[in-house]
Every structure is written in C-alpha cells, then in structure tokens.
C-alpha cells in the first residue's frame, strides 16, 4: 500500500479511505481491467463482422494489453490473491468462452469455419490454453516472446476450424503485434 500511495502522489490514509485492505485494492484493480477488456472486445465485436479478423484484432488488443502488466502477475495473484485470481478464472471461463462461440458461431455462418467441430469444447480448450501461455514456465523458457508463442497458437487454432475460404483470410493477416 505505502508503493501505491507513493506511486499515485498520495498519503497511505487517502489510500485507506477508498479501499479497506490491500486485497479489496487488487480486486478492484482486476475488476476495472476486465471491464475495459469487455469494452473494448464489445467494440470490436460490433464494428469488425469478419469472424478471422475480429479474432485477430481481440487477440491483438489482448496481448497489446498484457504488455502493461509484470510477466508474474498471474503468479502473484494466485499465491497472494486468490479471490483476484478466481474472479479473473471465472471471466476467463465465462466471458471469454462465450465470445470465442460467438466467432465461432459468426464463423461458420460466414463460411469461414467448419461446422464439423464441437464449438463448446473449442472455445472451452482454447481459452485455457491462452491463459496457460502466460503461466506456463515450459512455454517461457523457449527464449521465445509471449506474443510470438501465443500468435502461433492463434494461428494454430484458426487453421485447424477454418475452412479453405477461412485460411484465405489467415494468410492475409499481418500477425506480428505492433508496440503499444
């Protein structure tokens, strides 16, 4: 609390005055991130209606986003925070899921995916496995950025559900993240 306070240019009991505990300060910080993720992927889910390229500029803005948190944050959050963590577990579990059915669901309508999968099972699968990506000490230790690890796993996942009209589109898309 005594960095925060000095991070923002105010004393610890201003501090206090808004938030009880260190906890209720990191819950309202994971609160207020999910909810300018949710904006921002509502907005592009209402202005992009191509199924690949929404999912790539999702995924752009998360990452672009995941830049401005410490690489240990989910670490930290699960050890010393766990019902930040849950609450960022159940967003994951819920919201992202069901964003990734609707591009699924957008995506086949549009013949860009292929309706021989099971779309809940995917989304559920892909969803973890985007999170694991910036958990994952394996992963990490390639001396490969998460970025690039997690753009081949876009990729990855795309090509695997996109018909050939599908790849069409992924063999367009410039993949590499701009710097925020």
């Not at 509502?42 to 986003?65: D, G, R």
């Amino acid at each position: 609390m005594d960095d925060v306070a000095k991070e923002i240019s105010i004393s610890k009991k201003t501090l206090y005055k808004c938030f009880k505990d260190k906890e209720s300060l990191v819950l309202s910080t994971v609160e207020s991130h999910m909810r300018e993720n949710e904006e921002a992927i509502e907005n592009i889910i209402q202005t992009e209606p191509n199924a690949i390229e929404q999912f790539h500029l999702i995924t752009t803005y998360l990452m672009s986003n995941q830049r401005k948190m410490s690489p240990s944050m989910l670490y930290d959050l699960k050890k010393y925070h766990p019902q930040s963590f849950e609450l960022l577990e159940k967003h994951r579990s819920n919201h992202v899921v069901r964003h990734l059915l609707m591009n699924i669901a957008l995506g086949r309508s549009s013949g860009l995916y292929h309706n021989n999968f099971h779309a809940e099972i995917i989304a559920k699968s892909f969803s973890m496995l985007s999170f694991y990506v910036f958990d994952s000490e394996e992963l990490n230790s390639l001396g490969i950025s998460q970025d690039d690890v997690l753009i081949e796993i876009i990729k990855y996942h795309l090509r695997s559900i996109s018909t050939e009209k599908g790849i069409e589109t992924i063999n367009s898309i410039e993949w590499k993240i701009k710097p925020s």
